[in-house]
Every structure is written in structure tokens, then in C-alpha cells.
């Protein structure tokens, strides 16, 4: 059975160095092995990536360093599994090493309707709504009820406006 809804997520980082430089080579060479086991993990519908197969040529903020990393999963718990219970645990774990720590909230989650493919500036717009409200059905992260409650309904959360991207 098809549902009617699945979960978007957004999350950056902030490189400690561009791409090319030795400090990155660990993070680089995982990054194929990560994005394929993300396609081939339970649950997962859509992520961004460019012809190289991945998103980390994209610079949707004006800092060349922020990554940004955008993706569509059936359900937060499948979400969840990969994020936290496969081989990218391994590489959340050595985070420090490639990236600096955020300050503020550097993942979002919201729902959206099956089929939805969620834009760059639909994705920013979510985080910086996090950001700046806290988490709402708007936008939330994986210790939010929202998450874990029934879906809500989508014709009542308004699209955020360009203006608060």
C-alpha cells in the first residue's frame, strides 16, 4: 500500500576545508558508498545530486563550504534507521573531523505529499523556519512529536514564501 505521504529532509555542514584538500579525503572517499547505501536503503524515494551522483558541487549558500544535502523517505523511522543504525553512523561519528560544529539547527525534516520533489530554496526555507521558530508542522526534527504523530494535515501549513529563504 502506497502512502499518501512521505518525509523531506534537509541537512548542511560546513567543511573544514574545500573538497580537494587532504583534510576532506576521508569524507570523500565515502561519499559514494554513503549515497548508495542510501538508494538501497529500506524506505528511501529521492535524493538531490548532480550528474556526478552527488550534491557536493552545489553551493545554495553563499559560504563555498556549506554542503547541503537534501532528501524524500516513506517514514521518519526508515529515515532514522539509516541515519543512525548503518554505515552512515560510522561517518556521523567522525563528523569532527571534516566539518565544524553549527550553532543552530543544520537538519530539518517536514512532510510532504507522495511525489513531491522538495527544491533548494523549499529546503532552505524549512531550515531557516526551524531556525528561527522552533520546531512546528512546518518544519522539526526527530526528537519533535510531530515525527512520531499522526500525519498532519498538509492543506492546513502554508508554503513558506522565497522571502524566508
Known sequence: MSRQFHLAQVNI???LAPMDDQVMAGFVARLDDINALAESSAGFVWR???DEGN???LRPYDDDRVLFNLSVWETPAQLKQFVFRSAHADVMRQRKSWFERFGDAYYALWWIEAGHIPS???AK???QHLQLHGETAC???FS???ADSALPDLATIAPLSQSHG
Open 144 to 146: 519533535s512529536p510531530f
Open 125 to 127: 526555507a524549512r531550515l
Open 48 to 50: 538531490l545530486k548532480t
Open 139 to 141: 518544519a522539526f526534527s
Open 13 to 15: 555542514a560546513r567543511a
Open 120 to 122: 533548494i530554496d523549499e
Open 55 to 57: 550534491a557536493i558541487s
